[in-house]
């Protein structure tokens, strides 16, 4: 008796030891305790380190996240009816990436004129320049002039895609869509003034929210916070002082962009559906299964599957049974997506993407996530001590060409900002990096320069070869035309899709 007494009481010890230390190790795991230093997160009374590690990526609106992994870029075109070999076959990495379901549509866009008036009431020229070409529908022998006045505002042209942007326009875009997300997630949480209060208080337009600049402390104050900002763990803080929101909390979304030629090509094709045990089954020339534009699933039999010109003088198909159905453009979730979710990675609308155009970027290239177009730039500060950030008129930080490749040691930062002409400049733009051509030439000899952009996908007005997703064609940036729009993307962070998920 007195052994099993010993032996159940032995059992209990050990049981509640081990559930003693699981639950220290659970607590470690949470992020309560360095596990470097066993120094406590998140205590104001150690300096207060804020971890948080409850903080779950998610994509911001409109978005959808694409798992990435390799392909082979180009490897979709099967021929090159232009001989422009301009997308030769090389495999790549592409990282996981988010981005829009669909193209950005004319309702959208209506948005963000609504909001630059309502903003910047006085201001005639920021409004002017947002304003899509609509002149782009005029053509000397079709009668496309209705298209000019209705086609943005008519709302029954509101889920179609918005066109008549530019590259720089589409970019513009997305950095007022990353700063207006940014802001509704602050004020809905109430760590701004929420939208009544801000509206019964008539704050003065023109004030406008930027993400950089709040991240630096710099959009703060009566009349701007809210009543449910973080507290303020510092040293030496006063008691339930208050902070604004930093990028370690994980609150604020990362910036919306145009995406990569990579990422957009990788996402148009959606493999996703065509692996098996880490392999790719069968290849694909469009965005969906088969080597035709007609649907094969017995419900819509012969139907094309995306809004392309499929002959000459043939946008739509007969009256009575109508084809791909689209005139002109559809809305923007017409047709089945892809395996990805993403809908008209073919056809409709071509769509911008980040990449400056060169034919043989196949030729120099990173084999994990392919750009080119970079030109690195750094924010300008007003006051460099107190890191104080300059701002244009717009309330958005000022950039300027980066000074470095890398960190600089602190006594050449002391040596570049006394002006000291021995201090090394640094070649920031590199958008022709490695280009064998003589830079001088650039759009005098070729219509190619450091401002071609590449557009993709094919369009309402396209042949079916142009909705491969593998073709590739340029434009200015600072042109638009009625067959191009585009769609947003953003960066992942970390790997939603990673080990264990």
């Given at each position: ?174 950095q007022w869509r990353t700063d207006r997300v940014n802001e509704h997630i602050l004020r809905q949480r109430g760590i701004l003034m929420d939208y009544k209060t801000l509206n019964e208080q008539q704050q003065q337009a023109g004030q406008a929210f ?35 929101v930093r990028m370690e909390d994980g609150i604020l979304k990362q910036p919306y962009r145009l995406p990569t030629e990579a990422e957009w090509e990788y996402a148009a094709l959606g493999l996703i559906g065509n692996t098996y045990d880490g392999n ?82 196949f030729e120099d290239f990173e084999d994990f996530n392919p750009f080119r177009g970079h030109i690195f730039m750094d924010n300008q500060y007003e006051n460099a001590e107190t890191r104080t950030l300059a701002k244009d008129k717009y309330g958005r ?105």
């Open positions: 008796m007195n052994y099993l007494r010993f032996v159940i009481t032995s059992t209990a010890l050990v049981v509640a030891s081990s559930l003693l230390m699981t639950s220290c190790k659970s607590k470690s795991r949470r992020g309560d305790v360095s596990a470097k230093t066993g120094v406590r997160y998140n205590d104001p009374y150690n300096g207060g380190l804020q971890i948080n590690r409850k903080i779950k990526e998610s994509p911001g609106p409109g978005l959808i996240g694409i798992e990435g992994g390799t392909f082979v870029m180009g490897g979709s075109l099967n021929e090159d009816l232009a001989f422009s070999h301009d997308n030769l076959r090389r495999r790549v990495t592409v990282a996981s990436f988010y981005i829009d379901e669909t193209e950005v549509s004319n309702a959208d866009w209506l948005e963000y004129l609504h909001w630059i008036a309502q903003n910047y009431p006085q201001d005639g020229k920021l409004y002017y320049d947002a304003l899509p070409d609509s002149l782009v529908w005029r053509n000397p022998l079709s009668y496309n002039e209705p298209y000019v006045n209705f086609y943005l505002r008519h709302p029954s042209f509101q889920d179609y895609p918005v066109v008549g942007v530019s590259w720089e326009q589409a970019n513009a875009y997305c930027n993400t950089e600049i709040y991240l630096n402390g710099q959009i703060q104050g009566e009349g701007i916070d809210g009543k449910n900002m973080p507290k303020d763990n510092k040293i030496g803080a006063q008691k339930d002082a208050r902070r604004t790719i089954e069968t290849s694909k020339a469009y965005p969906w299964n088969g080597l035709g534009v007609r649907d094969g699933s017995r419900k819509n039999q012969g139907r094309m599957m995306a809004n392309f010109k499929i002959t000459g003088g043939n946008n739509m198909g007969v009256a009575g049974d109508l084809n791909d159905g689209g005139d002109i453009t559809v809305p923007v979730r017409s047709y089945k997506p892809n395996d990805f979710g993403l809908y008209n990675m073919a056809g409709n609308v071509n769509e911008w993407v980040s990449d400056v155009y060169r034919q043989l970027s930080p000022i950039k300027v060409p980066a000074k470095a490749p890398r960190k600089q040691t602190w006594e050449e930062l002391q040596a570049a900002k006394a002006g000291d002409p021995n201090n090394t400049t640094y070649d920031y733009d590199v958008r022709g990096f490695k280009d064998e051509e003589q830079q001088a030439l650039y759009g005098k000899t070729t219509l190619v320069n450091d401002k071609s952009r590449v557009f993709k996908g094919g369009s309402w007005n396209d042949r079916a070869y142009w909705l491969n997703p593998a073709t590739r064609r340029y434009m200015q940036q600072n042109e638009s035309n009625a067959m191009t729009g585009f769609r947003c993307a953003m960066t992942m962070v970390g790997n939603v899709f990673g080990p264990g998920k």
